[in-house]
T-cell receptor, first 115, second 111 residues
Framework: DVKVTQSSRYLVKRTGEKVFLECVQD?????MFWYRQDPGLGLRLIYF???????EKGDIPEGYSVSREKKERFSLILESASTNQTSMYLC??????????????FGPGTRLTVT | EDQVTQSPEALRLQEGESSSLNCSYT??????LFWYRQDPGKGPEFLFT???AGEEKEKERLKATLTKKESFLHITAPKPEDSATYLC????????????FGAGTRLAVHP
């Protein structure tokens, strides 16, 4: 079974703090993704990575950065947390083979509250 | 604009009452359509992938079908444990590895 784990289930941070969310997958997937999920807005892609040290902006990258130093690990960084970044953050991973389109497997999510 | 719309937004069923959820899409060059189940406070759980019109996939009480404009998730004789939010997502040509998600259908099955 594919396993995607996230470092925290719940996190409370103060405005202005630097926040690190970590994600690890055990399936040797090339692709990794960070989403946020908000009521009424659905899942929105923040960043994705298709290889080590490679990253692409998603639909809402402002206020976030990412790091992928190892294939199995993908980190999301909130440089200076703000209250509008209070959300559920979901990490996902998938294969990336030429010509193929593969399902993404999600982690359990991190519920981040910024006060 | 590439878009995925799910209906209804919420559905309440009695145990054993079969029904269908709809996912319609307007994307240029569909490459794959994915169904997920999401329980409250948890990440989405992968259910099915459909690649071409006419394709069908089944798993227990769930059956997913695909046409050129929409997909249906049929739920036969549902049980209370089928209660969840069901998400549809599409991948399209030029979208690289990105998915566009619908807003989901919240399903409640009552005994």
């Amino acid at each position: 079974d594919v396993k995607v784990t996230q470092s925290s289930r719940y996190l409370v941070k103060r405005t202005g703090e630097k926040v690190f969310l970590e994600c690890v997958q055990d399936m040797d997937h090339e692709n990794m993704f960070w989403y946020r999920q908000d009521p009424g807005l659905g899942l929105r892609l923040i960043y994705f990575s298709y290889d080590v040290k490679m990253k692409e902006k998603g639909d809402i990258p402002e206020g976030y950065s990412v790091s992928r130093e190892k294939k199995e690990r993908f980190s999301l960084i909130l440089e200076s947390a703000s209250t509008n970044q209070t959300s559920m953050y979901l990490c996902a991973s998938s294969y990336r083979l030429a010509g193929g389109f593969y399902e993404q497997y999600f982690g359990p999510g991190t519920r981040l509250t910024v006060t | 604009e590439d878009q995925v719309t799910q209906s209804p937004e919420a559905l309440r069923l009695q145990e054993g009452e079969s029904s269908s959820l709809n996912c319609s899409y307007t994307v240029s060059g569909l490459r794959g359509l994915f169904w997920y189940r999401q329980d409250p406070g948890k990440g989405p759980e992968f259910l099915f992938t459909l690649y071409s019109a006419g394709e069908e996939k089944e798993k227990e009480r769930l059956k997913a079908t695909l046409t050129k404009k929409e997909s249906f998730l049929h739920i036969t004789a549902p049980k209370p444990e089928d209660s969840a939010t069901y998400l549809c997502a599409v991948q399209f040509s030029g979208g690289y590895n990105k998915l566009i998600f619908g807003a989901g259908t919240r399903l409640a099955v009552h005994p």
